[in-house]
């Protein structure tokens, strides 16, 4: 395996609020990395830096061995990187095949092998592909988000919260798709996730990012089993004096 993305002690402000800390995640060849973290942790920020949509003040992005950071957004995905951002922005009044060729604005040649493999792993998408976008539920949009982020090609794929505010079932349908579009063809995928259960389930590696810090990282099955992550974001709840314990763990976990 190798490293598609590095990054390295990134630091990103808004205005004088410093999102990022010094932030370093690997990401290697068809892995799954997932990043938990609290809200306003800094989730979004860093995947927006990444893509272009964000300056970083100092840090490195490399990708595929080229250094992106700074690079503006179209160029990012012109490298290969798609970003899926927080609440399924689609268009409404386009159709959903409009959407989705949208999708690979960046592609020179004849985007149909991407729009069939789109339609392979959601049917559903192909179903009602005349129909207008904002007709779509909430779970079908984000069906929609992600399918138009697989339209360019993506070696990385960058999908954040997929889960937010849909019903537990639709999630497990999402999330089977996602680990299938991984397994079966090879997508690599950095998921920014609040359901932390999902995403110890789906992904191969994590973070753990607490404001603008990585504090942990490992296998996610090490994660799912280590007693700070069970009490912090799987809501383990059989502890006594919770509070006190919670702050002394604190204290010891970097
Ligand atoms: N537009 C903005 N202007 C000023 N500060 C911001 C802005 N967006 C985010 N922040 C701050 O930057 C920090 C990181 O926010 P970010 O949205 O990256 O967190 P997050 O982990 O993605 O949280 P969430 O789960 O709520 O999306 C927070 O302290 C937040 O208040």
Request: some cysteine; aromatic content about 6%.
């Given at each position: 395996m190798s490293a598609v993305l590095s990054v390295r002690n990134l630091e990103t402000f808004y205005g004088a609020i410093?999102?990022?800390?010094g932030v370093s995640i690997d990401v290697e060849e068809g892995e799954i990395v997932t990043i938990l973290g609290a809200n306003g942790a800094g989730k979004t920020t860093l995947m927006k830096t990444i893509a272009g949509l964000m300056d970083p003040e100092k840090g490195q992005i490399t990708f595929m061995g080229e250094n992106i950071a700074g690079l503006e957004p179209d160029r990012v995905v012109r490298k290969g990187i798609s970003l899926v951002p927080?609440?399924?922005?689609?268009?409404?009044?386009?159709t959903i095949e409009e959407n989705l060729r949208l999708?690979?604005?960046?592609?020179?040649?004849?985007a149909s092998g991407d729009l069939d493999l789109v339609y392979q792993y959601f049917p559903i998408l192909k179903e009602r592909?005349?129909?207008?976008?904002?007709?779509?539920?909430g779970g079908q949009q984000q069906m929609l988000a992600i399918g138009r982020g697989l339209m360019s090609d993506p070696k990385l794929l960058m999908l954040d919260e997929?889960?937010?505010?849909?019903s537990p079932l639709l999630t497990q349908e999402i999330f089977g798709i996602i680990a299938r579009l991984n397994a079966d063809e090879g997508v690599t995928m950095l998921l920014v996730e609040q359901n932390a259960h999902i995403a110890l389930e789906t992904a191969h590696r994590g973070y753990v990012l607490e404001m603008g810090r990585i504090v942990m990282t490992g296998p996610c099955d090490q994660l799912a089993a280590s007693d700070d992550i069970q009490e912090?974001?799987?809501?383990?709840?059989?502890?006594?004096?919770r509070g006190q314990k919670r702050w002394k763990r604190r204290k010891t976990w970097r």
């Amino acid at each position: 395996m190798s490293a598609v993305l590095s990054v390295r002690n990134l630091e990103t402000f808004y205005g004088a609020i410093m999102a990022l800390r010094g932030v370093s995640i690997d990401v290697e060849e068809g892995e799954i990395v997932t990043i938990l973290g609290a809200n306003g942790a800094g989730k979004t920020t860093l995947m927006k830096t990444i893509a272009g949509l964000m300056d970083p003040e100092k840090g490195q992005i490399t990708f595929m061995g080229e250094n992106i950071a700074g690079l503006e957004p179209d160029r990012v995905v012109r490298k290969g990187i798609s970003l899926v951002p927080e609440g399924r922005e689609v268009f409404p009044y386009l159709t959903i095949e409009e959407n989705l060729r949208l999708g690979a604005f960046t592609r020179r040649g004849d985007a149909s092998g991407d729009l069939d493999l789109v339609y392979q792993y959601f049917p559903i998408l192909k179903e009602r592909r005349k129909q207008a976008a904002g007709f779509l539920s909430g779970g079908q949009q984000q069906m929609l988000a992600i399918g138009r982020g697989l339209m360019s090609d993506p070696k990385l794929l960058m999908l954040d919260e997929p889960s937010l505010g849909l019903s537990p079932l639709l999630t497990q349908e999402i999330f089977g798709i996602i680990a299938r579009l991984n397994a079966d063809e090879g997508v690599t995928m950095l998921l920014v996730e609040q359901n932390a259960h999902i995403a110890l389930e789906t992904a191969h590696r994590g973070y753990v990012l607490e404001m603008g810090r990585i504090v942990m990282t490992g296998p996610c099955d090490q994660l799912a089993a280590s007693d700070d992550i069970q009490e912090f974001y799987l809501g383990r709840t059989d502890e006594t004096e919770r509070g006190q314990k919670r702050w002394k763990r604190r204290k010891t976990w970097r």
